[in-house]
């Protein structure tokens, strides 16, 4: 309950009479401060006037003025900048360690509020706050869509510049695992990733002119030619289908030729609740097509016109073994099993927008980021149920940034119920006010 209170002083949601300190003098608060998430006071450069005197500093607020010293603050020279202390419920002396006896405000959180923050978060519905949205005016929830929007690809952004800083700058690399992690599309999301770390790009750079090789390499290496990745339904298939057992025997001369390290444990690969066509070897496959074909590299999606452009860029299939085949050994109907539009468009969201994102902040290239922003607003919408019921609130889903931006909301807001740093939370408890 003590964000709460951190809530109504930020806001400044204050009894409607006169101010005074417990010990009977007025006070004004011109500026209740920039609240601060780390560690120290909690609202630094507060402006408040004691008595006729403008004070500027700190402010640390508590549920209890006792739990001033119940936290080590009187012996914190941190906190001996603090000018005001807020509490609820006011039960002691507060004193610095360097002596002094600080002025204290007794600040009640108004009932209204202390009731509809609970009911936000008892409640089991979602979105909690659906009751106000269609109250909520168009300017609100446009500028707090921005913002959210600009927060995950921000977000987004960092995990990019986070990988080229383990790459020791390789833009080329990090743009690799990136894509390569999308290519999981959620469930094997991490094991992408890890395997792309690790790939030996130097090995397939030398071989991205032959197909099979580089199929080879990019299953081998995923541990996916190894008898126990096989799925148990054609596992005793593919002893004896001549495709798995060529590539097996060119993962071995590959391996020992480079002398690369053992592939991935199998275990790593997830297949519950896939579809055939998301199983991780023809995510592979189609990836190891894109990367030998060399027609998705990062200078040439940069030069993409528009999303048309990306969509051809990042068009790729399969090899012919597997357009009739979704395991080793177990024919299956002819197809192309192409990355589908719908795909692409989550590589472009995922990958593009991100990393064009951070190579414009990298670069003090605005445009590019600008452009990574852009890109969201012409696709489409993802299709999910979250977005479904957001929508049945009347927030409006057109494009592929509105629907980001309202994914940003559920894990980072909502889900934690975190509704004092959300507008449309803020919107909930006004009323009460």
Not at 220 to 230: F, P, Y
Request: glycine share 4%.
């Amino acid at each position: 309950m003590e964000k709460l209170l951190h809530y109504v002083w930020k806001h400044r949601l204050y009894p409607l009479e006169a101010l005074r300190t417990t010990d009977g003098q007025t006070l004004e608060v011109i500026d209740p401060g920039l609240s601060n998430p780390h560690a120290g006071p909690d609202f630094f450069n507060a402006k408040v006037r004691i008595d006729g005197t403008l004070w500027v500093g700190n402010v640390e607020l508590h549920l209890r003025s006792s739990d001033w010293q119940r936290h080590g603050h009187h012996t914190d020279a941190a906190y001996d900048s603090v000018v005001l202390h807020v509490a609820e419920v006011v039960d002691a002396d507060v004193v610095t360690s360097n002596g002094l006896r600080l002025p204290q405000l007794q600040l009640p959180i108004p009932e209204g509020i202390r009731h509809s923050y609970e009911e936000l978060l008892q409640t089991d519905d979602y979105p909690r706050c659906w009751r106000v949205l269609p109250k909520v005016s168009s300017l609100t929830v446009h500028s707090w869509m921005s913002a959210l929007l600009c927060e995950r690809v921000q977000e987004r952004a960092d995990r990019c510049l986070a990988r080229l800083a383990a790459t020791d700058g390789d833009w080329n690399r990090t743009w690799f695992i990136t894509l390569a992690r999308n290519f999981g599309f959620g469930v094997n999301g991490d094991a992408f990733e890890q395997w792309a770390t690790h790939f030996p790009l130097h090995a397939a750079a030398k071989h991205r002119d032959d197909a099979f090789q580089l199929e080879a390499l990019f299953l081998g290496t995923a541990g996916l030619l190894e008898t126990d990745a096989l799925p148990p339904s054609s596992r005793e298939a593919a002893q004896t289908d001549d495709y798995y057992r060529r590539l097996r025997r060119e993962w071995e001369y590959l391996s020992h030729k480079f002398q690369l390290p053992q592939p991935m444990r199998a275990a790593a690969w997830r297949y519950l609740r896939l579809r055939p066509q998301s199983f991780p070897h023809l995510r592979l496959v189609q990836l190891a097509q894109l990367y030998a074909h060399q027609q998705a590299t990062p200078d040439i999606l940069m030069h993409a016109a528009d999303r048309k452009a990306l969509h051809a860029a990042l068009d790729t299939g399969v090899s012919d073994y597997w357009r009739t085949h979704y395991l080793f050994g177990l024919p299956a109907p002819e197809g192309d099993k192409r990355l589908s539009a719908a795909s692409r468009d989550l590589i472009i969201i995922n990958t593009v927008s991100p990393m064009f994102f951070a190579y414009g902040q990298a670069h003090n290239d605005e445009t590019l980021q600008e452009r990574a922003l852009t890109l969201l607003e012409q696709l489409k919408a993802e299709r999910n149920y979250i977005l479904r019921q957001w929508q049945q609130c009347g927030i409006s889903v057109d494009n592929a940034a509105d629907s980001q931006a309202l994914i940003q909301l559920k894990r980072n807001y909502c889900d934690r119920h975190d509704c004092l740093r959300c507008r449309f939370g803020y919107e909930y408890l006004k009323p009460a006010t």
